[in-house]
């Protein structure tokens, strides 16, 4: 708990919202919070989701006092995070001079994937955090690439953000940046199971199919397709880093991320199928049957009797017996 006792002891804003420094985890908006001022909605959004998670941890371990502690935190936490909410999102950041940034029509960042995936995931406010994604992908998704924010930080942008600012526009993090875009496929398959366990059967599809469509944009294997695999230039077993969206859109720049990868495999059974791994046993979801996109999950289970591990045991058995 010593770094998360850290963050909320020492490292919060005035607006209750965590200090950003030199960048959160997009490390190319460092000129926010270069002066100790500036916050990250975002970082608070994730902070929030690890404090859930820790809750029941802390109650087993230190006791129910303990827990409440932190309980309150988070509290203080959301009711912060709360007043950042305009119109149809949640700011990014407030800049160390006081600029909200995330502001639609600023012209300056307006909105990204992570704040939109992580206000889902995160379970601050439900209808909220649908209005942000829908709004997100409205924006951010293409014909084939999904970008990681919008517009595209410029040099000459009042406040400055950060080394981003040099990237030419639809390169790295002013283009596709696949790991966080990733957070996208997760935020859909948590607004299906919302939706279905709501009883609203369309909107939970709506979203089953969006997880498996938002993952094949980013995931290499249709991008090496007959029809793409001129412009991506990659390989179907290698997850790039990152994709062009403005001039070759869907070129990868640089190819075998294992950051982006190992995302991409978990979003392929977690996002889209909906599987989870609990206390190291498989659990699948129950909308199983249902298609996601056009993809149809077919559950294949051998039977434990047919492995050799079940024969040598057996063969043990009778031996005993004889």
């Given at each position: 708990m010593t770094s998360i006792d850290l963050v909320l002891d020492k490292k919060m804003g005035k607006h209750g919202i965590p200090l950003i420094g030199t960048?959160?985890?997009?490390?190319?908006?460092?000129?926010?919070?270069?002066?100790?001022?500036?916050?990250?909605?975002?970082l608070g959004l994730f902070l929030d989701c690890i404090l859930k998670s820790f809750l029941p941890i802390i109650e087993a371990k230190e006791g129910a006092a303990r827990k409440e502690r932190y309980a309150?935190?988070?509290?203080?936490?959301?009711?912060?995070l709360e007043k950042t909410w305009r119109n149809d999102r949640y700011l990014r950041a407030i800049h160390d001079d006081g600029t909200e940034?995330?502001?639609?029509?600023?012209?300056?960042?307006?909105?990204?994937?992570?704040?939109?995936?992580?206000a889902v995931i995160s379970g601050i406010n439900f209808e909220r955090?649908?209005?942000?994604?829908?709004?997100?992908?409205?924006?951010?998704?293409k014909d084939n690439?999904?970008?990681?924010?919008?517009?595209?930080?410029?040099?000459?942008?009042?406040?400055?953000?950060?080394?981003?600012?040099?990237?030419?526009?639809?390169?790295?993090?002013?283009?596709?940046?696949?790991?966080?875009?990733?957070?996208l496929v997760m935020a859909a398959r948590v607004l299906a199971e919302q939706y279905a366990a709501r009883g609203d059967k369309a909107n939970a599809?709506?979203?089953?199919?969006?997880?498996?469509?938002?993952?094949?944009?980013?995931?290499?294997?249709?991008?090496?397709?007959p029809k793409e695999i001129e412009i991506y230039g990659g390989q179907p077993n290698k997850q790039s880093a990152d994709m062009l969206t403005t001039y070759d859109q869907g070129r990868?720049?640089?190819?075998?991320?294992t950051g982006a990868a190992a995302w991409m495999l978990r979003e392929a059974?977690?996002?889209?199928?909906?599987?989870?791994?609990?206390?190291?046993?498989?659990?699948?979801?129950?909308?199983?049957?249902?298609?996601r996109g056009g993809l149809a999950v077919q559950r294949v289970a051998r039977d434990p009797a047919s492995s050799p591990l079940s024969a040598r045991a057996s063969k043990a058995s009778v031996s005993e017996k004889s």
């Open positions: 960048g959160d985890w997009n490390d190319g908006l460092d000129e926010i919070g270069s002066e100790g001022r500036g916050e990250s909605i975002w309150l935190k988070m509290k203080v936490l959301e009711e912060a940034i995330g502001v639609k029509g600023s012209g300056v960042w307006e909105i990204d994937a992570l704040t939109a995936a992580w955090g649908a209005v942000i994604f829908d709004e997100a992908l409205r924006v951010l998704e690439v999904v970008l990681l924010g919008w517009p595209a930080l410029r040099e000459d942008t009042t406040p400055y953000l950060g080394r981003s600012s040099h990237y030419p526009e639809g390169v790295r993090e002013n283009g596709m940046y696949c790991h966080g875009d990733q957070w599809q709506k979203y089953r199919d969006a997880a498996f469509r938002l993952w094949n944009k980013i995931a290499p294997t249709l991008h090496c397709t990868m720049i640089w190819n075998g991320y059974f977690e996002g889209v199928i909906g599987a989870r791994l609990e206390k190291g046993k498989l659990k699948l979801p129950d909308d199983l049957k249902d298609l």
